[in-house]
């Protein structure tokens, strides 16, 4: 039996027409910006033209249909990984005697879709959307790093549960996903959507690609917030 390694590729979570649609209106584009990492824009850490599309009206439909994606990618993962949920919540059920009884891993098999998809959307939250473009040979993100920090006072970056990435082309050479630890390069396909942890256990890379240009989409999923999940009385 392989080892897991919580990295999750799923093909096909985007059509090769909406990635190629997003990916021409990336181009044509007056909104990019130098691309940044946690502690501001770092071109020796990171080199990229990015667009965030959360937020802005121009791109809302396509924010809407990545999440979509992602979304049921996230609902594909839940099924593998239980403990995405289960183990930093404790959460409870109501059992048959009406008494409130804690959610394991052996619930998941048999429940149905409308009652995962009502668990996940009341524990996780989508993050912001940012497009990202790599040119050939000198676009990437070569330093290594992880998605989990206290870079903000509000602590909105210890709440990112899994990062994702949506590959929108791959007519390019090299650019892989390469995590440290799992010695994995995840080679990036149109349309294939990656999901895995964030925390410092999963650092990653993002390599140069050569010989043609990378586009993607990236974010992450994070906890609701303590007040939503354990209301006002949470602290």
């Keep these: 039996?392989?080892?897991v390694d919580f990295i999750e590729v799923y093909d096909a979570a985007l059509s090769s027409a909406d990635c190629a649609a997003i990916v021409q209106r990336m181009q044509q584009s007056t909104q990019l910006q130098p691309g940044q990492v946690g502690g501001g824009v770092h071109p020796e850490l990171k080199r990229s033209r990015d667009l965030r599309i959360s937020g802005n009206a121009q791109w809302l439909e396509v924010?809407?249909?990545l999440q979509q994606a992602v979304f049921s990618g996230l609902l594909r993962y839940l099924r593998r990984y239980p403990q995405v949920l289960?183990?930093?919540?404790?959460?409870q059920v109501e059992a048959s005697d009406g008494q409130p009884r804690r959610l394991a891993a052996d619930d998941f098999p048999g429940?149905?879709?409308a009652a995962l998809v009502e668990l996940a959307r009341t524990c996780l939250r989508p993050g912001a959307i940012?497009?990202?473009w790599y040119a050939a040979g000198e676009g990437?993100?070569?330093y290594w790093h992880c998605e989990l920090f206290?870079?903000?006072?509000?602590?909105e970056t210890l709440h990112r549960h899994l990062l994702w990435t949506l590959y929108l082309n791959d007519d390019f050479n090299e650019g892989e996903t390469e995590f440290l630890f799992q010695q994995r390069k995840v080679a990036p396909r149109t349309g294939s959507l990656l999901i895995a942890p964030t925390a410092f256990t999963h650092t990653h890379r993002g390599n140069r690609p050569q010989a043609g240009d990378k586009f993607i989409a990236t974010s992450w999923i994070l906890f609701q917030s303590a007040q939503r999940l354990y209301g006002q009385t949470a602290g």
Excluded: K, T, V
């Design 111 to 113: 429940m149905d879709d």
């Design 63 to 65: 924010e809407q249909r």
């Design 130 to 132: 940012n497009l990202q």
């Design 86 to 91: 289960i183990s930093p919540l404790m959460l």
């Design 1 to 3: 039996m392989s080892a």
């Design 140 to 142: 990437g993100y070569p």
């Design 150 to 155: 206290p870079r903000d006072p509000g602590g």
